[in-house]
């Protein structure tokens, strides 16, 4: 009887996203198994591609031609059982395609020919040394014996200044043998040893709170500086004590060198790094590492999830709320649902860290579906700084229009002359077009939506939730002043305006555009550690993991950018970025302060973020969600569809809405808002538009869609480019 395999094809195209049968040739029946990496003849002009072989089955095909697998790949068993399990996984759960899933498993590059780097190395050789040789040729050998496979020839030739008549014959002698060596393009860097703690009473309670529980899923909830990283270290050290392998995942922004070097300090140089600036041959070399049991640490940005490994023991996810954790391309995974997939299939247990856990997370804390750990202290048990609101209408009204409150100048300038240092926060990343009253505060809004309305530049404002649309009002609705503004002022501006207002301070600022250059991150932190700057100003960069006991005063410049976000989290986000920034204030000896900018002084937000009281703030979050049908009590589903053809967009978009309506009346509270347009509404000459489903949105239904939507765009694949999210991070 033949063999058969089923096998996914590596292309985009969407009506190739299934298996295709293939026929296993005699010659390489015993070499062939799932998850192999092969390369077939595909299409009319049968042009050789990599495939994907995902189940293999014998049996008697007849009547129709099947092609043969042509070869096998570079690198034998790509992909494990379980991986394929998850691949499964990913296509059901985010709506993707086989090969996107796939792509997430294996290095990028792999497939393009990216393999280990190799040196010739001299090493000690295979025969014994008698006595005479070792004395004649002593510091050669011993040079090598201490850096045995570390040097080639040449090195030691022209760098250590050894004579390569010497090392030839000892070479051809047998002493000395020349050897090929693995280079790793990464992780050769030194690191300083960060010996281990011993650990507070908290610590140990939550720790044996993990071991204790039956649960596998635990979310440590703990403030800013309550020693979380401790207890992530200790339960790394724990698995390693068990031949098992960790994994500790961070938001890409807080894998600074300092936290590397504080996991390299500890667990050694066998920690493998892995994030999205990785060149692809530094990507092989951590997967490598990982899949050959080199590396039993893993630190890493989201697709550190996806690395090889073996015998896993515990999966760590600090700052579990962040939003990068959720990705943007396909597929759309959320990196925290993938932890439990494989918490399941490997068995073992998974940490969400926090100290403002995402709503979604904080609920099945409390619903007791996960355990909740609590660490409510910093470490040493110093308070947490003094928040302090500043209502900036009122210095409007008594004519003070510039950036600072005269709170926040006073304050500056005094932490200058006490020579401390000052972190100033503007969150840029928020869209700069929500209009409000700076008289009173008053912010436009949709009434369906309850989310801000986004300017346009016709004078028009639109809820990019609903469509709705209305002419922009010069004068507020609720206390008719005239003093109706758009907001938008970016880190830049707020430098041009710190060096016009404190001429002598020295100024730093980190954003995208100052952190561009491989080191840049690291020297301004640098410069801002070794106090040669005062002040540093920034976006979200710097509102965490940054630890500088020299800072005393942090500026919240505009909390209403985050605020006012067309966006259903912005309450939430507003809420975990206060507290983040707040604490990177106070960290040292002396007490902490922080000042909060903003035009809307009673939003809850901001209120409870003041008095540092989560639940109260979850509660009141969890009534408003609720309401709305919004996460965790609803889901969102977004089709998002771009084109530079605004006819066919359109035409598109009207077509899906037809046949949405239908699948849509077939489901109980589910609610269609759009086609509208979105919210940045052409990038690069193409159109954009959108649906958005809101509601009991379930896997079923928003396959359905999914389905739908790929039929309908294949009619239409060279003109419109199609997505589609679950619970999307933004709606621009
Ligand atoms: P978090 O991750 O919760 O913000 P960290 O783990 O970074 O907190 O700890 C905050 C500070 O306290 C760090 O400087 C850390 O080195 C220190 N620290 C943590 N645990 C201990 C301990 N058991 N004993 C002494 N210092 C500790
Ligand atoms: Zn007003
Ligand atoms: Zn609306």
Redesign the pocket.
């Given at each position: 009887m033949k063999k058969y395999a089923e096998i996914i094809i590596n292309s985009d195209a969407l009506d190739i996203d299934k298996p295709f049968t293939y026929e296993i040739p005699e010659e390489l029946k015993h070499e062939i198994k799932i998850g192999q990496w092969v390369k077939v003849p595909f299409g009319v002009k049968n042009s050789l591609v990599d495939g994907f072989i995902l189940s293999i089955k014998e049996e008697e095909i007849k009547g129709i031609r099947i092609k043969k697998i042509k070869s096998i790949g570079a690198i034998e068993s790509l992909l494990s059982e379980n991986d394929l399990k998850l691949i499964y996984f990913i296509r059901e759960s985010y709506l993707c395609k086989y090969i996107d899933a796939i792509k997430l498993l294996i290095p990028q590059g792999i497939l393009k020919g990216t393999k280990n780097k190799y040196k010739m190395v001299v090493a000690i050789g295979d025969n014994s040394l008698d006595s005479n040789t070792l004395n004649k040729y002593k510091d050669i050998i011993s040079f090598i014996k201490d850096n045995n496979g570390k040097f080639n020839k040449s090195e030691l030739v022209n760098l250590y200044k050894f004579s390569l008549y010497k090392i030839n014959k000892l070479v051809s002698d047998g002493y000395l043998k020349i050897e090929e060596e693995i280079v790793y393009r990464y992780n050769n860097k030194k690191y300083i040893e960060y010996s281990e703690?011993?650990?507070?009473e908290d610590?140990i309670k939550v720790l044996n709170q993990i071991k204790d529980s039956n649960k596998k899923i635990f979310l440590l909830k703990?403030?800013?500086?309550?020693?979380?990283?401790?207890?992530y270290m200790k339960l790394v050290s724990e698995a390693i004590s068990k031949e098992k392998s960790a994994i500790i995942l961070v938001p890409e922004i807080s894998l600074t060198p300092q936290m590397i070097e504080r996991f390299k300090g500890r667990f050694g140089r066998e920690v493998a790094v892995f994030h999205s600036k990785l060149s692809d041959g530094e990507r092989y070399d951590e997967w490598y590492r990982v899949k050959e049991c080199k590396a039993k640490v893993i630190i890493g940005a989201r697709s550190a999830l996806f690395l090889p490994v073996s015998n896993l023991g515990v999966i760590i996810i600090?700052e579990e709320h962040e939003n990068t954790y959720k990705s943007e391309q396909n597929p759309r995974y959320v990196t925290r649902e993938i932890a439990e997939f494989l918490s399941e299939v490997k068995d073992c247990k998974v940490i969400l860290?926090s100290?403002t856990p995402s709503i979604e997370t904080y609920y099945r804390a409390i619903t007791g579906e996960i355990e909740l750990l609590e660490?409510n202290n910093?470490?040493?048990n110093k308070p947490m700084p003094i928040m302090d609101i500043v209502d900036m209408r009122e210095e409007l009204n008594s004519g003070n229009i510039s950036m600072f409150s005269r709170k926040l100048f006073t304050e500056i300038k005094e932490a200058l002359y006490r020579k401390e240092q000052i972190i100033l926060f503007l969150n840029r990343r928020g869209f700069s077009t929500f209009v409000s009253c700076r008289s009173c505060g008053y912010v436009f809004k949709c009434h369906k939506c309850d989310i801000s309305m986004t300017y346009h530049k016709n004078g028009y404002l639109i809820c990019h939730y609903c469509g709705y649309t209305e002419r922009q009002q010069k004068i507020c609705p609720k206390c008719k002043s005239k003093y109706v503004k758009h907001f938008g002022a970016g880190t830049e501006r707020v430098e041009e305006e710190v060096k016009k207002y404190f001429k002598d301070a020295r100024v730093l600022r980190m954003d995208v555009d100052t952190t561009r250059s491989k080191n840049a991150h690291e020297d301004i932190y640098n410069l801002f550690k070794n106090r040669k700057g005062d002040i540093l100003i920034g976006t979200q960069m710097i509102s965490k993991g940054l630890?500088f006991e020299n800072v005393t005063l942090v500026g919240i410049l505009a909390a209403d950018m985050s605020i006012n976000i067309p966006d259903y989290r912005s309450a939430e986000r507003t809420f975990q970025i206060v507290t983040q920034v707040a604490?990177r204030a106070g960290r040292g000896a002396k007490e902490g302060k922080v000042i909060v900018q903003t035009y809307n002084p009673d939003h809850y937000s901001l209120n409870y973020a003041k008095s540092y009281n989560y639940e109260g703030f979850y509660n009141e979050e969890f009534t408003a969600r609720g309401l709305m049908y919004y996460p965790p009590f609803g889901k969102i589903l977004l089709i998002n569809a771009s084109s530079k053809n605004e006819k066919i967009l359109m035409d598109f978009m009207a077509l899906l809405k037809d046949n949405f309506e239908k699948i849509k009346d077939e489901y109980n509270n589910v609610e269609m808002l759009g086609p509208v347009s979105c919210i940045i509404s052409k990038i690069k000459d193409n159109y954009r538009w959108q649906i958005l489903f809101k509601g009991e949105l379930s896997l079923d239904f928003c396959k359905k869609i999914k389905d739908k939507l790929y039929q309908l765009n294949k009619n239409v694949y060279n003109e419109v480019k199609a997505t589609i999210d679950i619970n999307p991070n933004n709606l621009t």
């Open positions: 703690r011993k650990l507070t610590q703990g403030v800013t500086g309550s020693g979380k990283t401790e207890i600090d860290g100290a660490l910093r470490v040493d630890d604490g």
